[in-house]
């Protein structure tokens, strides 16, 4: 059965400090993962694909990375706008489309 | 463009009622699925469409719970006789039909059943 594991479920920052969120997985046969934003009262809103291990994307603030059993997204001196919970998904290379998230770190940045 | 629009936002159903909600996804999305998210929790998949096909419900918890998108676009979710354990948000996401495009989330509808 595929699984996604994220740590830690929550993290408190202060503005400028950088860290990390790891996204565990297993999964038979991976096609992509995904990282999502999600603020509250909103549906998750999409960041990021990774489609195999030691690839990396960057959008602002965030970088994501990959390896055959996990994945990091790094966020370096984040603000205050950057608060939310961070979803990861894995999606198998058979069967359909099907997302299968994890449970999310809920990120706090305080200025 | 226009995204994913999901309604009622809200919707409070009495335990034993029947609800539905409803889903536009962007046009010329040809896959469309249903997610549903409890509090504090990753979303759970629930059923996909592929055009008016529906492909996969293995994730409906029970047979209270009918999905349909008769003509390919627009998608209702449909519960019947609710129980309290149904109380939760209730996600649609559209998709290119490529494997990997990534889905567009609405941004919900958020059913109490009391």
């Known amino acids: 059965e595929d699984q996604v594991t994220q740590s830690p479920e929550a993290l408190r920052l202060q503005e400028g400090e950088s860290s990390s969120l790891n996204c565990s997985y297993t999964v038979s046969g991976l096609r992509g993962l995904f990282w999502y934003r999600q603020d509250p009262g909103k549906g998750p809103e999409f960041l990021f694909t990774?489609?195999?291990a030691g690839e990396e994307k960057e959008k602002e603030r965030l970088k994501a990375t990959l390896t055959k059993k996990e994945s990091f997204l790094h966020i370096t001196a984040p603000k205050p706008e950057d608060s939310a919970t961070y979803l990861c998904a894995v999606q198998a290379a058979t069967g359909f489309q099907k997302l299968v998230f994890g449970t999310g770190t809920r990120l706090l940045v305080s200025p | 463009g226009a995204g994913v629009s999901q309604s009622p936002r809200y919707k409070v159903a009495k335990r034993g009622q029947d609800v539905a909600l409803r889903c536009d996804p962007i046009?010329?999305?040809?896959?469309l699925f249903w997610y549903q998210q409890a509090l504090g929790q990753g979303p759970e998949f629930l059923t996909y469409f592929q055009n008016e096909a529906q492909l996969d419900k293995s994730g409906l918890p029970s047979d209270r719970f009918f999905a349909e998108r008769p003509e390919g676009s627009v998608s209702t979710l449909k519960i019947q006789r609710t129980q309290q354990e149904d109380s939760a948000v209730y996600l649609c996401a559209s998709s290119l039909a490529s494997g990997n495009s990534p889905l567009h989330f609405g941004n919900g509808t958020r059913l109490t059943v009391t």
């Open positions: 990774l489609y195999s």
């Open positions: 046009s010329g999305h040809v896959s």
